[in-house]
């Protein structure tokens, strides 16, 4: 339950007698006048907010454990082995940046040992899906935004909660860190496209297409392929452990767990909402 800016939406039993019906076939019920200690909000434009009755108040520890793990695979991933298969990949055939990124796959560099043009698409994967995903995700944020006002909703909590910059929801006041996807759509009766889990879904592709890619390169020859056999660690256990590996082997732990428990995350959103 909420106070001061929400107002609970009223269930049509709730309204007052008389309904009249619309020209759609429809019902209208005028609103009641709110409850002592609960009023509607509305903004310097003349918006008149219809809070919900019920919802997930996402608390300010919900947010931070959401956002260690979130923000660590993006920064270990793309900036620490991005940078380094980029920076390692192009010292060990000796050209620039920009060869390794767009001329990695020609003939010209197909190296016996090492899989040059796997290197690339690798740092192509971690750092241009990461633009594809933050770019899709915040128009899908922005689209929900629109939606949640165009039903008369507060929404700018809920599109930043479900956008990659959920890091600011800290800020918001606990009468306003409420998700309106947690609630029934009957009750608050957006488009069913909200319900999609589109965010989750994207953040599945890229994780799901990152792991390929990591398990190729270690497959087919690493960027620092010769620097492990100028030290011979290609040898024994070293083959398969060594520090120039272990990067990869984070990667391949933060992409599985973030797709492990990603089911597990939906399904809590589902029953907060049921």
């Known amino acids: 339950m909420y106070s001061n800016s929400y107002a609970r939406a009223r269930l049509p039993t709730e309204y007052n007698s008389g309904a009249a019906e619309s020209a759609s076939g429809h019902n209208t019920y005028p609103l009641e006048k709110p ?12 918006w008149l907010f219809r809070p919900p009755e019920n919802g997930h108040v996402i608390t300010r520890g919900e947010v931070i454990s959401r956002i260690v793990p979130y923000y660590e695979m993006f920064l270990t ?17 000796k050209v620039d940046y920009s060869v390794t990124l767009f001329q990695a796959c020609s003939d010209r560099y197909d190296i016996p040992g090492f899989d040059y043009c796997a290197a690339s698409r690798l740092v192509w994967g971690l750092a241009g899906g990461a633009v594809i995903y933050f770019a899709v995700t915040f128009l899908i944020a922005l689209l929900l935004w629109i939606e949640l006002r165009r039903k008369g909703y507060h929404s700018t909590f809920t599109a930043l909660w479900h956008s990659p910059i959920f890091i600011f929801c800290f800020l918001f006041p606990e009468e306003k860190r409420v998700d309106i996807l947690s609630i029934p759509n009957k009750y608050v009766e957006l488009s069913l496209w909200t319900r999609a889990h589109f965010h989750k879904i994207a953040l599945a592709i890229y994780c799901a297409v990152c792991l390929g890619l990591v398990i190729m390169s270690l497959t087919r ?30 990667a391949i732990y933060t992409f599985s767990r973030t797709l492990v428990t990603m089911p597990v995350d939906v399904e809590d959103v589902e029953s907060i909402g049921r």
């Open 221 to 250: 020859g690493t960027a620092e392929t010769f620097v492990i056999e100028g030290q011979q660690l290609d040898e024994g256990l070293h083959k398969y452990y060594n520090p120039y590996l272990v990067p990869y082997y984070v």
């Open 77 to 93: 991933n793309v900036f620490l082995l991005g940078w380094n298969v980029l920076r390692d990949a192009s010292a060990s055939v």
């Open 35 to 46: 409850e002592d200690g609960i009023s509607v909000g509305s903004d310097g434009d003349g």
